[in-house]
């Protein structure tokens, strides 16, 4: 059998070793798609499963978190980057 290549983007060879290119051909492989529902399937299955977390953790909350802290992460390298361009604006003395 002929060595396996991975071709970059870059148009850069790299030889695979089999078991790395049975792995690439494994994800590559096709899914199975998800069965499609009609509308009251949907809404069954909605039925169903509403309240299933109840109890647990709320994930509104947690979501709500997360986008908090990214802002505030957001925030911090916002203004770095205006201290950044104002020092560099300066003349020097």
């Known amino acids: 059998m002929e060595q396996a290549m991975l071709i970059t983007p870059q148009g850069e060879r790299i030889a695979l070793p089999p078991?790395?290119?049975a792995l690439v051909m494994e994800m590559?492989?096709?899914v199975k798609p998800l069965p499609v529902m009609d509308k009251e399937?949907?809404?069954s299955l909605i039925k169903e499963t509403k309240g299933m977390l109840a109890g647990g953790p709320s994930l509104t909350q947690a979501l709500l978190k997360s986008r908090r802290e990214e802002r505030e992460r957001e925030e911090r390298r916002a203004r770095a980057?205006?201290?950044r361009v104002s020092a560099e604006g300066k003349p020097s003395a």
């Open 81 to 83: 980057r205006r201290r």
């Open 28 to 30: 590559l492989r096709p």
């Open 41 to 43: 399937e949907l809404q």
């Open 19 to 21: 078991h790395t290119y």
